[in-house]
Nanobody, 124 residues
């Protein structure tokens, strides 16, 4: 019954920016830790960023640190991933995910609820 819907993906040139959004319904958004994962063809799913319920504790993959930011607006049941300085290697399907516990996302790289994914393509 918990639904996560991503949006904001698309085609962008290397060096450009995109902002992904994920709207959560079916439960109280503020009770969940949130994460963004991505998966490129032929590669394992990778944790990109995560935030706890308050937004005060965050985690980033080394490959995106300083370029991507995970933000949440609990009043709007939405989590964002603004992405700057995009590189061709950032191209993937990006998935929004939710978990009751922050460490489930960060330490186990898992989640209880998943969105359908949104495609990010970066041209060079």
């Amino acid at each position: 019954q918990v639904q996560l819907v991503e949006s904001g993906g698309g085609l962008v040139q290397a060096g450009g920016s995109l902002r992904l959004s994920c709207v959560v319904s079916g439960r109280t958004f503020s009770s969940y830790a949130m994460g963004w994962f991505r998966q490129a063809p032929g590669k394992e799913r990778e944790l990109v960023a995560a935030t706890d319920w308050s937004g005060s504790n965050t985690h980033y993959a080394v490959s995106v640190k300083g370029r991507f930011t995970i933000l949440r607006d609990n009043a709007k049941n939405t989590v964002f991933l603004p992405m700057n300085s995009l590189k061709p290697e950032d191209a993937a399907v990006y998935y929004c995910a939710a978990s009751r516990l922050f460490h489930t996302i960060v330490l186990q790289t898992a989640a209880e609820y998943w969105g359908q994914g949104t495609q990010v393509t970066v041209s060079s």
